[in-house]
């Protein structure tokens, strides 16, 4: 079993950064591929972005790509969220997921495990 929290998000305005983390409890973090996903209201949950087990691919949505970074520190059991030049349509709450298999890394049916989410408020 693994445990998820999410941490860092918050309020910014329109144009600013913020990076979020997600620490990751047990042995075999390093092992498992990580996603970002996020839900505005009303909206359904959508992918953001992933990253492989050795943090050598990264995957990103067109809405993020150039904006967001995913980066993991396996020593530490946690993976990053780096979002810069952040838009009022990136509010939404965000969550990490982790997957212990291979699939589709966009699809949430891939990933075994949920965080509880951080809320993410961009003012414009």
């Known amino acids: 079993q693994v445990q998820l929290v999410e941490s860092g998000g918050g309020l910014v305005q329109a144009g600013g950064s913020l990076r979020l983390s997600c620490a990751a409890s047990g042995r075999t973090f390093s092992t498992y591929a990580m996603g970002w996903f996020r839900q505005a209201p009303g909206k359904e949950r959508e992918f953001v972005g992933a990253?492989?087990?050795?943090?050598?691919?990264?995957y990103y949505a067109d809405s993020v790509k150039g904006r967001f970074t995913i980066s993991r520190d396996n020593a530490k059991n946690t993976v990053y969220l780096q979002m810069n030049s952040l838009k009022s349509e990136d509010t939404a709450v965000y969550y990490c997921a982790g997957s212990q298999h291979s699939g589709s890394y966009y699809l949430r049916s891939t990933y075994d495990y949920w965080g509880q989410g951080t809320q993410v408020t961009v003012s414009s």
């Open positions: 990253i492989s087990w050795t943090g050598v691919i990264t």
